[in-house]
């Protein structure tokens, strides 16, 4: 597994190099977010019983910039290196495509879980911030990165420019995050929109999570591990699929 660790640790001190753009600023444009939402919400609205939505609102907030810088290492670093042309050098080491889906996955969830704390703890400072079941948000924590973190590879394969990768994380990623329930309940949805959020993946992510975070939730937090477990299987195993046919990257 030298082949695995090695470029494992390439793809961590990828993003650390540049820790400030990479780690500080989306933990800052999160915490901007919920100052900005607390002051002008917190006495307005109340999701569930007893819980403030300043309360509400963190965990989904911890969640979604997770789930964003997931996606954004693992598929900025492999556009990077199509553009620039270095990663012929992975191609032709002796690793195989499970070994190079290891490695940037891993790393993918090592910057997700490193930004998420970082949320995490900057709220501690500001907010009585709970953590009712901390398996249970770890659990979804790691899942939701695995997922994004795979979703990353295949932009990153599938693109041949950063506009084309701009496009999968303007028009996909970013809608499908900021409408997984982040902000509000899909209970105050219409029917219709409730409906259509259950064909959206993320929304199980946040949904467990927040249950982790605070004990509640709007669906079952078994539900959402099955939903997301399952979707994370089946994009891991296209990922993989796409390693090992070269789709794009060797033909």
């Known amino acids: 597994m030298i082949g695995f660790y090695t470029l494992f640790y390439k793809e961590l001190l990828r993003f ?3 820790s400030f753009q990479t780690l500080l600023a989306p933990i800052l444009s ?5 100052l900005i939402f607390s002051h002008v919400l917190e006495t307005r609205i ?3 019983q007893g819980v403030a939505y300043t309360t509400f609102l963190i965990p989904g907030l911890v969640m979604m910039t997770a789930l964003q810088n997931a996606f954004a290492n693992s598929s900025s670093s492999l556009i990077q290196s199509k553009i620039s042309g270095n990663l012929v050098f992975i191609l032709l080491s002796p690793l195989s495509y499970l070994e190079i889906f290891l490695a940037y996955v891993c790393a993918s969830v090592v910057r997700a879980i490193i930004v998420g704390l970082g949320v995490y703890g900057a709220t501690l400072m500001l907010f009585d911030t709970p953590m009712a079941h901390p398996l249970w948000a770890l659990l979804f924590a790691f899942t939701g990165s695995l997922l994004l973190g795979s979703l990353g590879i295949i932009a990153g394969i599938w693109s041949d420019k950063f506009d ?3 496009a999968f994380q303007n028009f996909i990623i970013l809608p499908l995050t900021f409408l997984s329930g982040v902000f509000y309940s899909i209970h105050s949805l219409p029917a219709i929109w409730q409906h259509l959020s259950h064909l959206n993946p993320f929304f199980y992510i946040v949904d467990g999570l927040r249950y982790g975070f605070l004990g509640v939730s709007d669906i079952s937090p078994y539900l959402s591990l099955s939903v997301v477990v399952l979707f994370s299987g089946a994009v891991s195993w296209l990922t993989l699929w796409m390693l090992k046919a070269g789709y794009k990257i060797r033909h």
Do not use: D
Request: aromatic share 22%.
């Open 164 to 166: 084309q990768l701009a």
């Open 46 to 48: 109340q999701v569930y």
């Open 16 to 18: 650390w190099k540049v």
């Open 30 to 34: 999160s915490m901007l977010y919920l």
